[in-house]
């Protein structure tokens, strides 16, 4: 059973730093892609960040480029999510989810439960 | 950058009745690429369905995607009481992916 867990949220204030962790199990974490999905309060789905299966390739939304960076180690079976610069913006759950390939892919067909991370002062 | 406008923006139906959802993208769009995740209150989304129409793993058969281009439908062929949830549609382009802004359907 693929299970994914999120840990590393809470509160942060404006222009802090948080590291998020994915722990994977229950597939070949080395075989595939991962992403981060996030959600502020009431609102909709918004995608973050993926990486490859070997860590080699990432690609970032417009709204976090530049602030977060989106990695894993695959000995650890273990995807991160460091978020640098944050503004009150940011606040959201953060869900990671697993793609269906190694590269790329269309869709995420498995996701975690999610880490609430509060930006505030 | 394409964008994916989901309508209605609230359904109200009853349990045993037919759902129908849309998604209409702002240019047309691969088949392949289009997808549809339920999210129950609390719960982190779930994946429906893939490529416009293929269902996902253990996903029940009163599910059903299609369209082409710019319009993709969710239907929900009969309505059971755990179906009345928040719905989203998302493509994969440009090494960038996109939700729509949700669907809710509630009971009536």
């Known amino acids: 059973e693929v299970q994914l867990l999120e840990s590393g949220g809470g509160l942060v204030q404006p222009g802090g730093s948080l590291r998020l962790s994915c722990a994977a199990s229950?597939?070949?974490?080395?075989?595939?892609?991962m992403t981060w999905v996030r959600q502020a309060p009431g609102k909709g789905l918004e995608w973050v960040s993926v990486v490859s299966s070997s860590g080699g390739s990432t690609y970032y939304a417009d709204s976090v480029k530049g602030r977060f960076s989106i990695s894993r180690d695959n000995s650890k079976n273990t995807l991160y999510l460091q978020m640098n610069s944050l503004r009150a913006e940011d606040t959201a759950v953060y869900y990671c989810?697993?793609?269906?390939?190694?590269?790329?892919?269309?869709?995420?067909?498995?996701w975690g439960q999610g880490t609430l991370v509060t930006v505030s002062s | 950058e394409i964008v994916l406008t989901q309508s209605p923006g609230t359904l109200s139906l009853s349990p045993g009745e037919r759902a129908t959802l849309s998604c209409r993208a702002s240019q047309s769009v691969g088949s392949s690429y289009l997808a549809w995740y339920q999210q129950k209150g609390g719960q982190a989304p779930r994946l429906l369905i893939y490529g416009a129409s293929s269902r996902a793993t253990g996903i029940p058969d009163r599910f059903s995607g299609s369209g082409s281009g710019t319009d993709f439908t969710l239907t929900i062929s009969r309505l059971e009481p755990e179906d009345f949830a928040v719905y989203y549609c998302q493509h994969y382009g440009s090494s960038s992916w996109t939700f729509g802004q949700g669907t809710k359907v509630e009971i009536k």
């Open positions: 229950g597939f070949t974490f080395s075989s595939f892609a």
């Open positions: 989810a697993k793609l269906p390939s190694a590269g790329r892919g269309y869709y995420f067909d498995y």
